[in-house]
Antibody, heavy 118, light 110 residues
Framework: QVQLVQSGAEVKKPGASVKVSCKAS????????ISWVRQAPGQGLEWMGW????????NHAQKFQGRVTMTTDTSTSTAYMELRSLRFDDTAVYYC???????????WGQGMVVTVSS | QSVLTQPPSASGTPGQRVTISCSGS????????VKWYQQFPGTAPKLLIY???QRPSGVPDRFSGSKSGTSASLAINGLHSEDEADYYC???????????FGGGTKLTVL
């Protein structure tokens, strides 16, 4: 069965970086893109961007340009999202999801809590 | 301020029909297909509807989606207590060149 398993919670200081991992199993990793979505406490869903696992092409939401890097390692079927220069308002649950087509995210990771605190 | 506008809350009693609206513009809903997600507290969202009105395998046919012009709707027939959750619409936006979500609607089953 399709599974996306994310790394555990992290606490970071403002200005630091966090790298979230998302290990896929149960399907051919290169056939689908991976999207990243975050959700701040008590808030709605926010799309961060996606990466084509097939060719490495990425597309990020404008607000994260210059601060986010999305990569994949096809040898381990793992996707990564690194967010730099963390701010307090980056505190959120970060989800990876398999993208069947645009905005159609059919399998999701369990989410990773990132807390930015001094 | 979300690009797609949803009512913050909706409610109904068991067995009722409830609809949740999602309003956008020509750069998103007006030209792209709409998806709907269901999310329970503390869990990841679940795809409920794609391509405006298609249900993934396993989603009860009580859930249906529709689109007209720059608006979309999610309807839930025969409301169950376990339908109490947050619901989000989503689509692509050509102006922003990215995926946009609605602000979410919290459905309460009275």
């Amino acid at each position: 069965q399709v599974q996306l398993v994310q790394s555990g919670a992290e606490v970071k200081k403002p200005g630091a970086s966090v790298k979230v991992s998302c290990k896929a199993s149960g399907y051919t990793f290169t056939r689908y893109a991976i999207s990243w979505v975050r959700q701040a406490p008590g808030q709605g869903l926010e799309w961060m961007g996606w990466i084509s696992v097939y060719n490495g092409n990425t597309n990020h939401a404008q607000k994260f340009q210059g601060r986010v890097t999305m990569t994949t390692d096809t040898s381990t079927s793992t996707a990564y999202m690194e967010l730099r220069s963390l701010r307090f308002d980056d505190t959120a649950v970060y989800y990876c999801a398999r993208e069947v087509d645009i905005a159609r995210l059919d399998y999701w990771g369990q989410g990773m809590v990132v807390t930015v605190s001094s | 301020q979300s690009v797609l506008t949803q009512p913050p809350s909706a409610s109904g009693t068991p067995g009722q029909r409830v609809t949740i609206s999602c309003s956008g513009s020509s750069s998103n809903i007006g030209s792209k297909t709409v998806k709907w997600y269901q999310q329970f507290p503390g869990t990841a969202p679940k795809l409920l509807i794609y391509s405006n009105n298609q249900r993934p395998s396993g989603v009860p046919d009580r859930f249906s989606g529709s689109k007209s012009g720059t608006s979309a709707s999610l309807a839930i027939n025969g409301l169950h207590s376990e339908d109490e959750a947050d619901y989000y619409c989503a689509t692509w936006d050509d102006s922003l060149n990215g995926v946009v979500f609605g602000g979410g609607t919290k459905l309460t089953v009275l």
